[in-house]
């Protein structure tokens, strides 16, 4: 069976003040079991690192409502008023990061980089206290890598060596933090063997990923179909 | 027409065939509903994929096909989804023609703040900061005045900047003002309104087209 495991020998990597990234856009590339997990074990004081806390009862969303989280590092928490009223009481630390920032900058922690260049947040308040650098002429501002010690994502379908396959828009940060953590596990919805999803298909090699699990549950919030991948 | 239906109708009239575009939030998304009918215009979604098509009737929707406010949506024959790094890619590399946006405030400069407001809301950047540095072309959609009445068009933003001097175009129901290097200029002015109407809402200096039209819709 390969990398296939559970959800409890998942969550032995996961301890109070773990630095951890998550995969998803408002839920949907989520991987829901092992956030019940999470939520079930109990640990605290966590670090995550995700595009956003989702709605406050959905996904990330549950690890904020149940006071599991100390910093958060996201481009947005809008659709989630716990984790506002949080921030503004104190109790949490949040890091807003624009997203292609943060997805480049986990970009440049899995592929070995010392940082991005980019133009994103000159003159705004994300450049405070950061270098800015001039190159061919253009002023950019120097963003630092970004890693975990796990790295929990959400594929549609996985091979015994691991080899990802994600569906739709469910892909967005999953790919990229495959590559930027110590220790990555995909939760998918289909186990298949090897030989079943062809290299001309694979997205995220099998390199990048630890262990597999099946899903469990699945939060969105309109429960609807699947037209087939 | 309700002010909302004057600005998408107006900023569709902007979007050529084949143009690579970005609709943000709100009156933005609007605009999709007023394309001419059977014009390629690409969409894109920035939580990844190109091809955003309409909304999908009820009890077809797919999980997993999501706009970037949350909503289902559909994809279009042709379109093609990717990973966060190579959405961006599109917004920040040249490859975006157009992204329309909301705005809490805009200033003479074509400074653009619609982030945040210390001490209410802070819902975060999302992926605001990339488009509007990222886009070839950055049209702000919105109401011409806030809710209470005050100018949204100002001298100088007194809010957080989502980006500098990155605005192009601003439209409102009121009228199309040009970013320039000399300033804003007036050059439309819609139906039912004069320039005086547009200059009591407005708190920034408005220079006056020598081509100054009425606002077609």
Redesign the interface.
Known sequence: MGKLTTIDWVLNRVHDETVLMIGG?????TPDSLIDGIVKKGVKNLTIIA??TCYPGMGIGKLVVNKQVKKLI??????NSET?RQ?TAGEIEVE?A???????RI?AGGAGLGGVL?????????AEGKKTIIANGKEFLLELPLRAQVALIKA?KADTRGNLL???????????MAAAADYVVAEVEHFVPEGDISPNEVMTPGIFVDNIILQEV?D???E????GA | MKPKEIIARRVARELRAGNVVNLGIGIPTLVANYLPENMDVELHSENGFIGLGPVPQEGHEDADVINAGGQHVTINTGGAFFDSAMSFAIIRGGHLDITVLGALEVDEQGNLANWMVPGKLVPGMGGAMDLTVGARKVIVAMEHNAKNGSAKILKKCRLPLTARKEVDLIITEKAVIEVTEEGLVLKEVAPGFTVEDVRNATEAELIVSSELKEMAV
């Open positions: 856009f408002l839920g949907v590339g595009n956003d996201v481009s947005h928490i809008g659709t506002g921030m807003l624009p997203q292609g920032t943060l997805a480049e970009r980019t133009p994103t947040g000159l003159g705004t308040v994300v549609y994600f569906r739709s828009s469910s892909r967005n940060f999953n790919p990229l699945y969105n919030a309109v609807v179909g699947k037209g």
